[in-house]
């Protein structure tokens, strides 16, 4: 029964390189989201995709940064020309196909993946 | 706007006795969720509670519960029996509110680290 799982664990990168950051979700979830934790920070919503399509994406950068699931394989997050200040963790969380209840709250918990270290130099 | 609020950047907690972690929260929806994550040294986000706007009942999983006090917009963490193995940090978040269907955009505070001390 394996959770969310994200690679590379580390990744160090020079400045103008770009970075592929992957996750795979938890089987049956087709939500997949990602999140930016800086240090000393809390984590912070980039973007929502179902699967071929982008359902929220108001926390990406505008530039150089974007994402994609496609039908076959992981979710990938790209972010080109890195520069030090992309230097963060970087989680995905996935959750299934289900609407909670209108009016409960009832909702279910984020799984998130033990995230992607990105140094850049 | 929909905001999480952490005051507290660290505490130190004395094994085996009980320790709360506050957070306060601010919104205008009537339905909202709202999380506890561990995160420990290693990195990974470990979820530990969740507690709906229309629960009447404080949630608890095993050693840590949930104090929701709804009109004083708080949602505080209580580990009771602290172990060593408590020492991370720990987010509060909350669910935002809908969004074209969607159920799981959650807002961070910035976190509690906390120390148990043998």
């Known amino acids: 029964n394996a959770g969310v799982m994200q690679n590379p664990r580390h990744l160090v990168r020079r400045r103008g390189q770009e970075a592929r950051l992957r996750c795979s979700p938890m089987k049956g979830h087709s939500h997949v989201y990602w999140y930016r934790q800086l240090p000393e920070e809390g984590l912070k919503f980039m973007v929502y995709?179902?699967?071929?399509?982008?359902?929220?994406e108001s926390g990406m950068p505008k530039e150089r940064f974007s994402a994609e699931f496609p039908k076959e394989g992981p979710s990938i997050l790209r972010i080109q020309q890195v520069v030090r200040g992309d230097s963060a963790a970087y989680f995905c969380a996935s959750s299934p196909p289900r609407r909670e209840p209108p009016g409960t709250g009832a909702n279910l918990p984020l799984h998130f993946g033990n995230g992607t270290r990105l140094t850049v130099t | 706007a929909q905001k999480i609020t952490q005051t507290q950047p660290g505490m130190f907690v004395q094994e085996k006795e009980a320790v709360t972690l506050d957070c306060t929260y601010d919104?205008?929806?009537?339905?909202?969720?709202l999380f506890w994550y561990k995160q420990p040294s290693s990195g990974e986000m470990i979820f530990l509670i969740y507690q709906g706007s229309y629960d009447e009942q404080n949630a608890t999983e095993g050693r840590y519960s949930l104090n929701f006090q709804k009109a004083r917009k708080s949602a505080n963490l209580v580990i009771s029996a602290s172990q060593l193995g408590d020492s991370a940090m720990y987010f509060c978040a909350m669910r935002e509110a809908r969004f074209r269907g969607a159920t799981n955009k959650l807002i961070f505070g910035t976190g509690t680290l906390l120390a148990v001390q043998p």
């Open positions: 919104t205008s929806d009537q339905s909202y969720g």
């Open positions: 995709l179902q699967k071929e399509n982008i359902i929220d």
